[in-house]
């Protein structure tokens, strides 16, 4: 029984709101009764969850309190009891994982494969999906809750302070509420746009309820990617909480690695279906070069071929040059970190280290920064190709938010890696990660052979196109970078608290966690930014020059963290197996 606190009065206010809602919907719509019942039923748990918020009126200060009855109901994985072996660890993971790519090979029922757009194309790898399956929406959801909650937390609209336990479980408990909010949000506008319901299933459907087949075919394909994507959130929680590292880092290394392998050495044609030759070479790095250099004469090589083999999709041997330089670096900084020198206050002699990283954030802030813009990527397709969007006031076929290439212009330009899903112009088109040297630097450079790709746009649109997206990526980086920190305990206050809990200090100075915050705050702010800030940079950088397998720059930074990360994490659990005291200092407990 639900015994929070409230304003019954405020129902009053929030039904009216309901009401003039439904009846705009009627008005400019004209929508029949039926849909208009269906509005409802859709709107109603909007309009619940905006009461429960609004009429809170208990002893907490966040009205985010009033949430907190329905979120502690929702479907969740329980924390376990005592510690988990690692070997139990190490077996839960790989079995999430296996379940994973089993998922992605489960494809929706119902839907019409063939006429499918995939509006996530450019973005795959760090939403961890497959197009068409119940993975379809990926993690996608999950990030971009997870972009609304540090956003707001960040701006002290939340009113929440994490550093105590019960606003701390609270945001959490909203948290998960939000994904499945997000989950609808991204779903609804796909299921009725871009995933083509099939006709058979349309017809059947026709013979039971006149009329109402494909609306009844939609929401078959909505509750299927809702199945699918709640299953991610629990596999993500069941890593956390009996496995190693996390869910979501673990599904989008595993992505990553299956693309990097078949961009590097898959053999079959670029073109399935069609015989192998120069025009339709191997599609992985290797083979394509080694096949063109075999087989091609020396004026074909003289005059194109190399061209091709060094630049030109797909997958080119620059792309396989970047992907290696680009797993070089990020080893390295992996690996580099400041030390500070600490001590127990108990034994004598008894010494160490806490490791500063410098990359101290992690891979969160541009996964983050990367799935913001997927969302602009999707709503602005949506608002430009979708039957029922393209035609909302303002945002539908709106050239300023996005416009998109015709049939035409992507039949003659496929060669070259543009699809129905690259923008054209508008704000998605200054927001879109460049494919490649050839996507960007040699339409700049040779404007009149490469032009074609710059859909109209003038040289000095297409510098200002490079520099506005990596601009992005750094700026929104940082900021995610300092929310996250912030929001997960790792903080210089909460680090301070936990170096003294478990019973060190830093030699030199008072055990103090004042003092101790001081010391820390000269290291983690700027370690922080500069985190934040060089994970941008990678990661747009990687995109500029191309990858193999269209992992994109973002998929591979973050599949050579994660990879580096699990490999620190195993480590850290083997030794938490060793002794108490040591799993007391990792924990914080």
């Known amino acids: 029984m639900d015994v929070v606190q409230r304003n019954k009065a405020t129902a009053i206010p929030i039904a009216v709101l309901f009401a003039i809602t439904l009846t705009s919907l009627w008005y400019f719509d004209k929508l029949n009764p039926l849909s208009m019942a269906i509005a409802g039923i859709l709107l109603f748990p909007a309009f619940g969850l905006i009461y429960l918020v609004a009429s809170y009126v208990g002893p907490k200060q966040s009205k985010l309190y009033g949430l907190e009855y329905l979120t502690s109901k929702l479907p969740a994985v329980k924390k376990a009891k005592g510690h988990v072996e690692f070997k139990y660890k190490l077996m839960w993971t790989g079995l999430v994982v296996i379940l994973y790519f089993v998922l992605t090979n489960v494809y929706i029922y119902g839907l019409n494969r063939t006429q499918t757009l995939d509006v996530f194309q450019s973005f795959r790898a760090i939403f961890a999906g497959t197009s068409g399956s119940l993975m379809d929406l990926g993690i996608g959801p999950i990030v971009t809750a997870s972009i609304v909650m540090q956003l707001f937390s960040g701006a002290k609209i939340f009113n929440l302070n994490l550093q105590d336990s019960a606003d701390k479980a609270v945001y959490q408990g909203v948290q998960k509420l939000l994904i499945i909010v997000m989950i609808f949000v991204e779903a609804i506008p796909q299921a009725f746009g871009t995933l083509i319901p099939d006709a058979a299933l349309v017809t059947s459907l026709n013979g039971a309820a006149p009329g109402y087949g494909e609306f009844l075919a939609q929401t078959i394909i909505i509750s299927q990617?809702?199945?699918?994507?709640?299953?991610?959130?629990?596999?993500?929680?069941?890593?956390?909480?009996?496995?190693?590292?996390?869910?979501?880092?673990?599904?989008?290394?595993?992505?990553?690695?299956?693309?990097?392998?078949?961009?590097?050495?898959?053999?079959?044609?670029?073109?399935?279906?069609?015989?192998?030759?120069?025009?339709?070479?191997?599609?992985?790095?290797?083979?394509?070069?080694?096949?063109?250099i075999i087989n091609a004469p020396a004026g074909y090589l003289y005059n194109s071929g190399i061209e091709h083999i060094l630049f030109f999709p797909p997958n080119p041997i620059i792309a396989l040059i970047g992907t290696l330089l680009i797993f070089f670096i990020v080893a390295y900084f992996q690996s580099s970190k400041i030390e500070l020198p600490i001590s127990h206050e108990r034994v004598r002699g008894a010494r160490g280290r806490y490791p500063i990283q410098l990359f101290y954030a992690s891979n969160i802030p541009v996964i983050l920064a990367t799935a913001l813009l997927a969302n602009v990527a999707m709503w602005s397709l949506l608002f430009w190709t979708s039957p029922t969007l393209s035609h909302v006031p303002l945002l539908g076929h709106n050239v300023l938010l996005g416009s998109y290439p015709s049939s035409?212009?992507?039949?003659?330009?496929?060669?070259?890696?543009?699809?129905?899903?690259?923008?054209?112009?508008?704000?998605?088109?200054?927001?879109?990660?460049?494919?490649?040297?050839?996507?960007?630097?040699?339409?700049?450079?040779?404007?009149?052979?490469?032009?074609?790709?710059?859909?109209?746009?003038?040289?000095?649109?297409?510098?200002?196109?490079?520099?506005?997206y990596v601009g992005f990526m750094v700026i929104f980086s940082i900021m995610f970078a300092k929310f996250?920190?912030?929001?997960?305990?790792?903080?210089?206050?909460?680090?301070?608290?936990?170096?003294?809990?478990?019973?060190?200090?830093?030699?030199?100075?008072?055990?103090?966690?004042?003092?101790?915050?001081?010391?820390?705050?000269?290291?983690?702010?700027?370690?922080?930014?500069?985190?934040?800030?060089?994970?941008?940079?990678?990661?747009?950088?990687?995109?500029?020059?191309g990858t193999v397998g269209n992992t994109s720059g973002t998929g591979l930074l973050l599949a050579v963290g994660i990879v580096i990360q699990f490999y620190e994490a195993m480590g850290k659990e083997q030794l938490m197996e060793m002794h108490p005291v040591i799993r007391q200092f990792f924990s914080g407990a």
């Open 225 to 292: 990617l809702f199945f699918g994507t709640y299953l991610v959130f629990l596999f993500d929680e069941l890593v956390s909480k009996y496995g190693i590292g996390s869910g979501v880092s673990l599904f989008i290394a595993a992505g990553v690695a299956q693309q990097l392998f078949t961009g590097t050495f898959n053999w079959i044609p670029s073109t399935v279906g069609s015989p192998l030759g120069l025009n339709n070479p191997p599609a992985g790095a290797i083979p394509k070069m080694l096949y063109v």
């Open 408 to 468: 035409l212009q992507v039949a003659n330009l496929q060669s070259q890696g543009v699809s129905s899903t690259t923008p054209t112009g508008g704000l998605a088109y200054y927001l879109f990660a460049p494919n490649g040297l050839a996507g960007w630097l040699f339409p700049i450079v040779y404007p009149q052979a490469f032009g074609a790709t710059l859909f109209g746009h003038s040289v000095l649109q297409e510098v200002i196109h490079v520099l506005a």
């Open 484 to 545: 996250w920190i912030e929001t997960t305990n790792m903080g210089a206050s909460s680090v301070a608290k936990q170096i003294q809990s478990s019973g060190m200090q830093i030699p030199g100075f008072r055990r103090d966690p004042k003092i101790m915050e001081k010391v820390l705050n000269k290291y983690i702010p700027a370690v922080t930014i500069f985190s934040g800030a060089a994970v941008g940079i990678l990661a747009a950088g990687a995109n500029l020059i």
